[in-house]
């Protein structure tokens, strides 16, 4: 590796293990080692998200620009005037074989075709236009993490969500869905998750619910509160169910099936009671 700085790695399904660099697009496959770079044709050495799609090509984000490796051939994806400079956080792929990108200009969609694209902006509903993370759960619906808030596509409709609704932070850096489907976010200020059902619940009456998330923080064994991302992937979850994210001190590991939750609810003394501002 020519260069100390590593922002993203990801396996293929060949088992070659890819890189993301200042300095490139590493590709290691046994004891062979391949860099990808400006002079290759990437679009920028600093790469932030690798995916590999259905049809097994490599798309590489970087800091400027989104490249297709298929087979031997390295591209660019041409976005034409539309988009001279865009910086890519993170890539997925969706049950449509849709890809969809977070960046710093909105969330990108391009179709199964690869050739059309739409982005989706604040205009259209997002709660910002940095996007740093992108999820489909397994009820097929969209969640987008930006540095300004919560975005929830629902039906095709966007449903911006931030601490003015009862999220703990804007900042989300990383989306994961656990095996019981509950979601779990990494942010400026701590981790939070909560069920995908108190979402649906608060758009369909925002007046009457208010979103109430589970917050770990450093009081509950976090090294630090301050997690990272900007890059993918900002977490995984294991195969045996736990989730993992980075922070500015360390690593959170969270075993989704060993939560401890106080249910006993604690009591309650009325110590006044004001009805039209007389104390009663």
């Known amino acids: 590796v020519t260069n100390g700085v590593i922002r993203t790695i990801f396996e293929s399904r060949d088992r070659s293990i890819w890189l993301g660099t200042a300095a490139g697009l590493v590709q290691i496959s046994g004891n062979r080692f391949r860099t990808y770079n400006q002079a290759d044709g990437l679009s920028d050495n600093t790469v932030r998200a690798i995916l590999e799609d259905s049809s097994g090509t490599i798309w590489i984000g970087t800091s400027n620009g989104l490249n297709r490796l298929q ?38 969609r391009i179709a199964a075709n690869r050739t059309d694209f739409r982005i989706f902006t604040r205009n259209d509903g997002m709660s910002g236009n940095v996007v740093l993370t992108v999820l489909q759960d397994k009820r097929k619906q969209y969640w987008f993490g ?19 609704d009862g999220l703990p932070n804007n900042t ?18 701590g981790i939070f998750s909560m069920p995908p059902g108190m979402v649906d619940q608060y758009i369909e009456n925002r007046e009457r619910y208010h ?8 009081d509950d064994g976090m090294i630090a509160n301050e997690c990272n991302g900007g890059s993918q ?8 169910g736990q ?31 004001v009805v039209d501002n007389q104390i009663l």
């Open 146 to 164: 930006t540095d300004t808030g919560l975005t929830y596509l629902r039906n095709n409709q966007f449903h911006p969500i931030t601490m003015k």
């Open 172 to 189: 989300i850096y990383k989306i994961i869905e656990d095996n019981h489907q509950n979601l779990w976010f990494s942010s400026v200020q």
């Open 71 to 108: 087979g031997a051939q390295l591209d660019q994806f041409n976005f034409g005037e539309m988009i001279r400079r865009i910086a890519i956080f993170s890539i997925m792929e969706d049950h449509k074989k849709q890809i969809w990108l977070g960046s710093h200009k909105g969330a990108v």
């Open 211 to 218: 979103l109430a998330p589970d917050l770990y923080t450093k």
């Open 233 to 240: 992937a900002a977490g995984c979850i294991t195969t045996n």
């Open 243 to 273: 989730i993992w994210f980075p922070t500015m001190k360390g690593l959170a590991v969270i075993d989704t099936g060993k939560r401890d939750q106080n249910r006993i609810l604690p009591p309650i003394r009325i110590e006044q009671i």
